[in-house]
């Protein structure tokens, strides 16, 4: 149905920046919240950005401050990752399908969690 196909993956020093990309194959994203998952081993799959389709965006609160989602052209999704902390170490996931709890968009109280995603890249933040 929707092809997710994420880039920008890598290592750095802490405090260092990456950049990921998420393509949608043959799906407009501006069209679709769309958003970010983050898994560290050992630890459950967690939200950490979103942007909803008039650009309004949300971050979980460990990155909040830190990373900076956003849209270029109708098919790609970027996440801005600055001062990065080795306890940013995950396989991150672009993601759709949002779904809010707890408030609406531009609530900071809200949450919000995917129903979909792609495979993941790798990123490794070193002491």
């Known amino acids: 149905q929707v092809q997710l196909q994420e880039s920008g993956g890598g290592s750095v020093q802490s405090g260092g920046s990456l950049r990921l990309s998420c393509v949608a194959a043959?799906?407009?994203?501006?069209?679709?919240?769309m958003g970010w998952l983050r898994q560290a081993p050992g630890k459950e799959r967690e939200a950490v950005a979103a942007?909803?389709?008039?650009?309004?965006t949300w971050y979980a609160e460990p990155v909040e401050g830190r990373f900076a989602i956003s849209r270029d052209r109708a098919k790609t999704v970027h996440l801005q990752m600055n001062s990065l902390k080795p306890d940013d170490t995950a396989v991150y996931y672009c993601?759709?399908?949002?779904?809010?709890?707890?408030?609406?968009?531009?609530?900071?109280?809200?949450?919000?969690?995917?129903?979909?995603w792609g495979q993941g890249t790798q990123v490794t933040v070193s002491s």
């Open positions: 043959r799906y407009p994203a501006a069209y679709y919240c």
């Open positions: 942007i909803d389709t008039d650009g309004i």
């Open positions: 993601a759709t399908d949002c779904d809010v709890y707890d408030g609406i968009w531009g609530d900071p109280e809200m949450r919000v969690e995917f129903g979909r």
